[in-house]
């Protein structure tokens, strides 16, 4: 249900003027928007990767998805010849496009031990990725294994790739997010490609589950990665006549592009870098499967990462105080 954007007072303004997106050289750096999907190719794309009918509903997960196929596929790197990381990975569709291009796909995440654990990181992807497959894939080609994104068991330079969707920003805060993006650099091989989409708040207000902008450059530092294009953080003037409040409207309205949580505005952005160097990759197929085989033969123990303790939970009880306190004094000021 499309509604104008409430006048909320920009706390602090980070981004430049919006300006409408050039069609035909979509930029692979850049925030979630309406004006993306009208671009004939990253439809197509986005409707091959959703497996439908050739339709491409505007939700940004799906917007997530197609930004890091279009990332792979201009750094070649969609083919049997590689393999990739997915990290906080869920069940997401993806993994499924991926199979089917790629030599191994490796779906790593706290399965059945995370907020999500009821959801999409259940225990049911661990044992059997099928059951959630939306389509026919390469069965060989995806296995699960429960890891901590944060400590990755993979042995340097194993992936040709990496990325992470939509997951960085419930890691704990900024600083373990950083760690994460480290831990795929780490576990990419020199020349190869790391991919992240996380929450990026478009008006300066955040939550503990949104980043500031700067705050997206700062989770490369220290990370040997090198961004493939600089950001661009135009906006097309359409994508902000949609805002879905998440604690008033329904979360399956779409376009499901830019959200509203307390007085936080946000929506996805997307993030390719390349790690510096060019070295090929310490691990054959066969080698990161008896690996992976290993992992998964380890029972899974509950990793303490996300569990928060007393005094977490009062921080964050007094944080949602003040956030209720900003939505309010700046609807009152509106
Ligand atoms: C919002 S879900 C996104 C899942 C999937 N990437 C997608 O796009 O559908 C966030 C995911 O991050 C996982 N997660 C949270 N903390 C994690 C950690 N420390 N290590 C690995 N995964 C984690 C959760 O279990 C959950 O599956």
Known sequence: MPYTTPKIPQKRLHLPAFA?????????????????????????????????????PYHRKLWE????????????LLSLDYLGLSVGA????????????????????LYGDSAFAAGEASRSVLEDPARHAPYPYRQEALSAVYMNGCALGFPDSSFDFAFCLSSLEH??????????????????RPGGIVFFTTECSLNGFVTDEVFKPAEIEYLLTGSSLTLCEPFNWSLSGETLNYLIDMRKDDLSSLPHINLKLFASIFTS???AARKEGN????????????LV?????????????????LSQRAIKKLLVLKWRTEDLLCSLLA
């Open 90 to 109: 869920g069940f997401e569709r993806v993994l499924y496009y991926l199979a089917n291009q790629c030599g191994r796909i490796i779906a790593s995440d």
């Open 269 to 271: 952005i997307s993030v």
């Open 20 to 56: 409408q997106n050039s069609l035909n050289n979509l930029p692979l750096n850049k925030l979630c928007d309406f004006a993306d999907w009208q671009d004939d190719s990253f439809r197509l794309l986005a409707a091959q990767i959703l497996g439908t009918d050739g339709s491409a």
């Open 279 to 290: 070295q090929p990759r310490c691990l054959n197929i066969e080698a990161l499967d008896s």
């Open 171 to 188: 890691f704990g805060g900024l600083e373990n997010a950083a760690v994460c993006v480290r831990e795929m650099a780490r576990v990419v």
């Open 293 to 309: 085989e290993k992992f998964r033969s380890i029972p899974t123990q509950r990793d303490a990462v996300n569990r928060k303790t």
């Open 65 to 76: 998805f197609t930004q890091l196929v279009r990332a792979l596929k201009e750094n070649g």
